[in-house]
């Protein structure tokens, strides 16, 4: 985290010494987990972005969703997951001059994952004298994305004005679980670890971008 700020921050400092367009953004869309246990849900992001030449850029992104999970004896139980993976990307820009201009994301970062138990599941192992208490490590992630700013009003130089963005993006990610199980009377504990659990998502995304 702290290197990714310290990259952002040269490469503000660069940027504003070249007059090369800066980006912020805000989006909004929907994410599915691959996993089948796994569901998906809405979700929300943003964007900073930093144009290196006239055709890449750099971007630091942020994403934050939340699914159901349906719970297995092998993986997560019943609960509510939520993502929130930080990342470095860069992105080919393809500007032929048109108010349409796709572009092309790779890159990679670290998620902030955590999870939740369902309460009728800590209430069921309750009954029976037992505290359940689970929870998700956070993980190295993978993008790869695509998609296309629309100009909705033009600036004074290439990469600035007001954009309509969409963009699908195909997020990979591992993570490791911890478990424990508590007697209530006497409190010993047994616990374990949920290892190697795959976090792959699509997301689909629609949002705005202002450069100046």
Not at 62 to 72: E, I, M, R, T
Not at 107 to 128: I, Q, R
Request: aromatic share 10%.
């Amino acid at each position: 985290m702290k290197k990714t700020l310290v990259v952002c921050l040269m490469l503000l400092l660069l940027n504003g010494l070249s007059g090369a367009a800066i980006r912020l953004g805000l989006s909004g869309g929907y994410a599915k987990h691959l996993e089948s246990n796994f569901g998906g849900g809405p979700a929300a992001g943003f964007s900073l972005g930093f144009d290196l030449i006239s055709m890449f850029a750099v971007e630091a992104r942020g994403l934050w969703f939340a699914s159901d999970v349906a719970g297995s004896t092998t993986k997560l139980s019943k609960g509510q997951m939520t993502v929130m993976p930080v990342e470095l990307a860069l992105v080919a820009r393809f500007n032929a001059g048109i108010k349409l201009i796709p572009y092309f994301a790779i890159g990679g970062g670290y998620g902030l994952n955590s999870f939740k138990v369902d309460s009728t599941v800590v209430s069921a192992w309750s009954k029976m004298g037992m505290t359940l208490a689970e929870s998700l490590k956070g993980g190295l992630t993978i993008l790869v994305g695509a998609g296309f700013d629309y100009i909705l009003k033009p600036g004074p130089k290439p990469g600035q004005g007001l954009f309509l963005n969409l963009e699908a993006r195909y997020l990979m990610g591992k993570a490791d679980g911890t478990w424990s199980l508590t007697d209530t009377a006497s409190k010993e504990k047994a616990t374990g670890t949920l290892g190697g659990l795959k976090l792959d998502s699509i997301m689909i995304g629609l949002g705005l971008k202002y450069g100046f």
